[in-house]
Nanobody, 123 residues
Framework: QVQLVESGGGLVQAGGSLRLSCAASGRTFSIYAMGWFRQAPGKDREFVAAISRFAVSTYYTDAVKGRFTISRDNAKNTVYLQMASLKPEDTAVYYC????????????????WGQGTQVTVSS
């Protein structure tokens, strides 16, 4: 029902910045909360950040709070993850997701997943 395509991944040095983008196919993009998960080598997927349908609320995991910023442009059906002060432990495949409930509090529950984009942070 919702197709998500990530872009913007790549290789960056520790302390650097990178911006991920996620383009959604749906004409009803604004009804969904959007979020990012990541999966590091040998580890399970973990929540990174989420934003409510009209960007009133955002939620971040403690590991990225203060360094990452999630935003969205509903007119362009796009959600972004601006990553700053990157650390080697941020290395992972990052997945864009959509949540039908439209909310991020008390927690974000994704229903649709993109294919992921690789982010590699060198020390």
């Amino acid at each position: 029902q919702v197709q998500l395509v990530e872009s913007g991944g790549g290789l960056v040095q520790a302390g650097g910045s990178l911006r991920l983008s996620c383009a959604a196919s749906g004409r009803t993009f604004s009804i969904y909360a959007m979020g990012w998960f990541r999966q590091a080598p040998g580890k399970d997927r973990e929540f990174v950040a989420a934003i409510s349908r009209f960007a009133v609320s955002t939620y971040y995991t403690d590991a990225v709070k203060g360094r990452f910023t999630i935003s969205r442009d509903n007119a362009k059906n796009t959600v972004y993850l601006q990553m700053a002060s990157l650390k080697p432990e941020d290395t992972a495949v990052y997945y864009c997701t959509a949540g039908a409930a439209g909310t991020v509090y008390p927690r974000y529950d994704p229903d649709y997943w993109g294919q992921g984009t690789q982010v590699t942070v060198s020390s």
